[in-house]
């Protein structure tokens, strides 16, 4: 177990590596990334000033070297349009990108078993067929396309889901303020329903025929046969042996899947104007906020390498057969 | 002589009926499946309006009219003009800009899947074939990538490379090498001890003859199922970025880019600003999608039982 983690621990360090080299490399790849900083009107001279100031001017190792250690302290410069240290303003819309990240997650996997569960028991009827097709569906439609499908249908036509808006939950948690915490979060959860939901489609329909599919590779197996023979209830064998093995691949994928619901997030927030990371991202991009851009993408790959860590480590607790 | 002579027509002319006879038994396939041949006639016509956008679109796709700003469908114009699919905000036709929106989607998806799968290709192989430190380096690279969101890479080089067809191209096609790799590697690791290869060994073949031409076309066939299932995801993303505004130059219409654009009607509740855009990536990614998975089982029809 312990050289599991070890060597677990020592993976996430070789990608944090990974992350910075590339976002440094990045930057080098603009040509001379002092132009990303200043204005088009700058003169000859603020370019130079700009250059010194952040080191530019510097042999590329210690450009790097300097990168690395602002960033250990999560310096990534002060935001162009924010006039404030950019990892503030990130750090200020991290706890809403959260929300909605764990939310789609959560439906990922609350909505997805059961549909697929409920597909494998009724093979080839018309249930299994509906399941499917939406689940072939599902994997088609874009996040951002199905959030202004939904907006303009329950939002704007039926008016029954907010269109916009957020109340915080994980905030006033991290203050320390629980009562406001617990009080909102009906309210939380009740804004979360829309873009939770079009984040989390994509990972739903691909769960769900995962599910499936390995229900019914499970479900023809010895164990389940003789755990029918002796008598056992028909929902006991499902639940308790069968969907207790069928479930695995889902679980390996948790880890991955946070990546992409990430991803998701970005975009959706757009359409939602949700105060998160990815709608201060696409802020950041119009403007050409680069100490942004780059503070919002480490922040979100170490979110990201974190959440998939503790994922591989409970994994590895849950099942004995998991060795790495 | 004259044995040799009689018997090399048959050797050459047995693969060419035999994949003459595999190309019927797809058809025929297909046709009874039914949907991946709709999906395969869907794909035809995005193809059609990706080639031959310019001449049949009605309007031209940026021509705008503050006339007929946020026109209904099936509107007419001045001058004859006739939106079948509406007016967008500045008066462009809706239907003109969605024939040139299938242009970019289907060059960015083809083009970008080469890109990843030339490299995860070579990769792959060399990683299988020679195993040791090389397949090490490769597939921990690989790791790497994996185990970072991939979208958050493409929009920060995007932010710092600024948009383009070709920059889209490149960011999306790095980002797929991966799963062609881990995929052909593992197809080398298995071809690399089959008699056939041992015998090309034997001949004396050059090493690199022995990769690309005696292992390759064998591992062609998998690659064609992710291949297909690949072009509908980079879709997805690049109708994302685009909607982020990292896709092509504001100039050339994107179906991401108007969907970007619709966002400043919802309110107004111009529904077919959003809706055509929008139907036209699910229209094309679904039959990708479905095409996939028609191909997935046509070529190994013991995954049927399963899916």
Same mark, same amino acid.
Request: charged fraction near 15%; charge should be positive.
């Given at each position: ?36 900083? $200043? ?126 808006? +957020? ?56 164990? $389940? ?11 006991? $064998?499902?639940?308790? +042996? ?23 997030? $970005? ?58 | ?73 099936? /509107? ?19 239907? /003109? ?7 970019? /989607? ?202």
């Amino acid at each position: 177990m312990w050289t599991f983690i070890i060597r677990r621990l020592i993976q996430s360090v070789i990608v944090i590596i990974g992350v910075t080299l590339i976002t440094f490399t990045a930057l080098q790849m603009s040509g001379d990334p002092t132009y990303l900083y $200043v204005s088009e009107r700058a003169t000859e001279a603020e370019i130079q000033r700009t250059r010194e100031a952040l080191g530019f001017d510097k042999p590329l190792p210690e450009q790097y070297l300097n990168f690395l250690g602002n960033l250990v302290q999560g310096d990534f410069g002060n935001s162009l349009s924010y006039k404030r240290p950019a990892i503030e303003s990130v750090m200020e819309a991290l706890p809403a990108t959260l929300e909605l990240t764990l939310f789609a997650m959560f439906l990922a996997i609350v909505v997805a078993i059961p549909l697929g569960v409920v597909a494998s028991l009724n093979r080839g009827s018309a249930v299994d067929g509906s399941i499917m097709t939406m689940g072939m569906l599902g994997q088609s439609i874009p996040s951002f396309w199905l959030g202004i499908m939904m907006i303009m249908f329950f939002g704007l036509q039926l008016r029954i889901l907010p269109i916009s808006g +957020h109340v915080p939950f994980i905030m006033p948690l991290i203050q320390g303020d629980f009562l406001r915490a617990f009080t909102n979060l009906p309210q939380t959860l009740y804004y979360l329903i829309m873009p939770g939901f079009a984040v989390a489609f994509y990972s739903i329909s691909r769960n769900a025929r995962l599910v499936r599919s390995s229900m019914l590779e499970v479900l023809g197996q010895d164990f $389940v046969r003789t755990a029918r023979s002796k008598g056992i209830s028909e929902r006991a $064998v499902v639940i308790r +042996h069968a969907l207790r093995n069928a479930w695995l691949p889902v679980v390996t994928m948790i880890g991955l899947e946070f990546g992409f619901l990430i991803g998701g997030v $970005v975009v959706v927030e757009m359409v939602f104007s949700w105060p998160g990371i990815g709608r201060l991202v696409f802020n950041a991009i119009n403007q050409r906020d680069i100490p942004v851009v780059q503070a919002a993408v480490v922040t979100l790959a170490l979110v990201f390498i974190a959440l998939n860590l503790i994922v591989d480590l409970v994994y590895a607790k849950i099942d004995p057969r998991v060795k790495l | 002589m004259t044995v040799e002579t009689t018997q090399a027509p048959q050797i050459v002319s047995r693969p060419l009926s035999h994949r003459r006879r595999e190309f019927r038994r797809a058809v025929r396939s297909m046709v009874q499946a039914k949907w991946p041949l709709l999906a395969a006639l869907i794909l035809f016509c995005v193809a059609l309006a990706a080639l031959f956008g310019p001449w049949i679109s009605p309007l031209d796709p940026n021509r705008q009219d503050i006339m007929v700003r946020l026109a209904d469908p099936l /509107s007419e114009g001045r001058r004859n003009a006739f939106f079948l699919l509406g007016t967008d905000g500045l008066g462009r036709d809706v239907f /003109s800009r969605l024939l040139y929106g299938a242009r970019i /989607s289907l060059t960015v998806g083809i083009c970008a899947i080469m890109v990843g799968g030339t490299i995860g290709v070579i990769a792959g192989l060399l990683a299988g074939y020679f195993g040791g430190w090389i397949d090490d380096i490769i597939m921990r690279l690989g790791d790497i990538q994996l185990a970072f969101p991939f979208i958050l890479l493409a929009i920060m080089f995007l932010v710092i490379l600024g948009p383009g067809v070709v920059n889209i191209i490149i960011v999306l096609g790095v980002g797929q090498w991966v799963t062609y790799a881990r995929i052909v590697r593992a197809q080398t690791l298995s071809l690399r001890e089959k008699e056939y290869v041992e015998a090309a060994r034997a001949l004396g073949d050059p090493t690199p003859l022995i990769i690309f031409r005696t292992i390759l076309p064998n591992i062609i066939a998998p690659l064609t199922v992710i291949a297909s299932f690949n072009v509908a995801s980079v879709i997805l993303s690049e109708a994302s970025l685009s909607f982020l505004g990292l896709g092509v130059p504001p100039d050339v219409p994107t179906w991401g880019a108007m969907l970007a654009d619709s966002r400043d009607q919802l309110m107004a509740n111009k529904w077919w600003l959003a809706f055509f855009p929008g139907m036209a990536i699910v229209l094309t990614v679904l039959s990708f999608n479905i095409l996939g998975d028609w191909l997935r089982d046509f070529l190994d029809p013991r995954l049927k039982t399963m899916g």
